[in-house]
């Protein structure tokens, strides 16, 4: 089946707007992670959400950062105020039910860059 | 908190070479540890795991042991081949908590030249 689709691929924007990057996650899938990627670095957990709520937003830089997950399947990712420091890959996940031993399959990616 | 340190790269090896790429952790808990693998222009893939003290994960030609009085998690592979150049990424998730976040390392990026 199909794996984790993520969209757009690419992104480029301008300092102080506001963009979407959508995450859909493999079929059937109840937890989703977004997880942001630093050049050079590995990445960083933003949230994770279980079904349609957000279990731990604990990642999130600042309050900029928002997501949402509303019919449980789906997940948007939004930023406001954009800034150049927010420049980095934005990585999804999914995995089909919470638990240490269940593996994450990771999207390919959307590379943000901020302008 | 957990956090995960592996050997710095870039890494150059040549075919047919062995290969260890370090990897400690440091965890309050009991945490399962994973290897990921990000081959150039796609994402990131799970490579191995393993979740208690001595299991050995395995695939493609690749081990790691999780070695919990040493805190460690080394990949190893006995004869690595060009299409083994990726960044590779050492991982770990805690128990303590309900669901798998997961903690990277910084990745060590490897080139296998023939």
């Known amino acids: 089946g199909a794996g984790v689709s993520q969209t757009p691929s690419n992104k480029v924007t301008e300092k102080g707007k506001y963009v979407e990057l959508r995450c859909d996650p493999i079929?059937?899938?109840?937890?989703l992670y977004w997880y942001r990627q630093s050049l050079g670095q590995g990445p960083e957990f933003l949230i994770y959400?279980?079904?349609?709520?957000?279990?731990?937003d604990s990642g999130l830089p600042n309050d900029r950062f928002f997501a949402v997950r509303p019919e449980g399947s789906v997940s948007t990712l939004k930023i406001q105020r954009t800034e150049r420091g927010d420049s980095a890959v934005y990585l999804c996940?999914?995995?089909?039910?919470?638990?240490?031993?269940?593996?994450?399959?990771f999207g390919p990616g959307t590379r943000l860059t901020v302008l | 908190g957990d956090s995960v340190t592996q050997m710095e790269g870039p890494v150059t090896l040549s075919e047919e070479a062995f290969l260890t790429i370090n990897c400690t952790y440091t965890?309050?808990?009991?945490?399962?540890l994973f290897w990921y693998v990000q081959y150039p222009g796609e994402g990131l893939q799970l490579l191995l795991k393993?979740?208690?003290?001595?299991d050995k994960g395995s695939n493609k030609g690749f081990e790691a042991t999780y070695r919990k009085e040493t805190t460690s998690f080394h990949l190893e592979k006995g004869s690595v081949q060009v299409s083994d150049s990726a960044v590779y990424f050492c991982?770990?998730?805690?128990?303590?908590?309900?669901?798998?976040?997961?903690?990277f390392g910084p990745g060590t990026s490897l080139s296998v030249i023939p």
């Open positions: 996940a999914s995995s089909s039910l919470a638990g240490s031993t269940d593996t994450q399959y």
């Open positions: 991982a770990l998730s805690d128990r303590v908590t309900s669901y798998d976040k997961v903690i």
């Open positions: 393993a979740t208690k003290a001595d």
């Open positions: 079929s059937g899938h109840t937890a």
């Open positions: 965890a309050t808990g009991y945490p399962s």
């Open positions: 959400f279980q079904g349609t709520g957000a279990a731990d």
